[in-house]
């Protein structure tokens, strides 16, 4: 089986800075693309960012230039750095990964981790 462990979120004020991880376990052949994806109260789940296995990026009008998608193949894991936090950054942060298995690739998720910018 393959697991998704998201950590890093919080409450954090206005402006403020968090950086998530998440680290990919389990048996599998390699990892393909990875991103990380919100989902606030009332709303549909959105893209946020993503990285392939080369590393190229890619992110949402809402946080270019504030978040920064990055991942350490070597330890399997995925890093979202959010800096000038906003109140509308406010949600469900989930991880996800597209896994090469023996059988096919297969996306996987995150339980998900809370961030709540406030002040």
């Known amino acids: 089986q393959v697991q998704l462990v998201e950590s890093g979120g919080g409450l954090v004020q206005p402006g403020g800075s968090l950086r998530l991880s998440c680290v990919v376990s389990?048996?599998?052949?390699?990892?393909?693309?990875m991103g990380w994806y919100r989902q606030a109260p009332g709303k549909e789940r959105e893209s946020v960012a993503s990285?392939?296995?080369?590393?190229?990026?890619n992110y949402a009008d809402s946080v270019r230039g504030r978040f920064t998608i990055s991942r350490d193949n070597a330890k399997n894991t995925v890093y979202l750095q959010m800096n000038s936090l906003k109140p509308e950054d406010s949600a469900v942060y989930y991880c996800?990964?597209?896994?090469?298995?023996?059988?096919?690739?297969?996306?996987?998720w995150g339980q998900g981790t809370q961030v709540t910018v406030s002040s």
């Open positions: 389990g048996r599998f052949l390699s990892i393909n693309g």
């Open positions: 996800n990964a597209e896994v090469v298995r023996p059988f096919g690739r297969v996306p996987y």
């Open positions: 990285i392939t296995s080369s590393g190229s990026t």
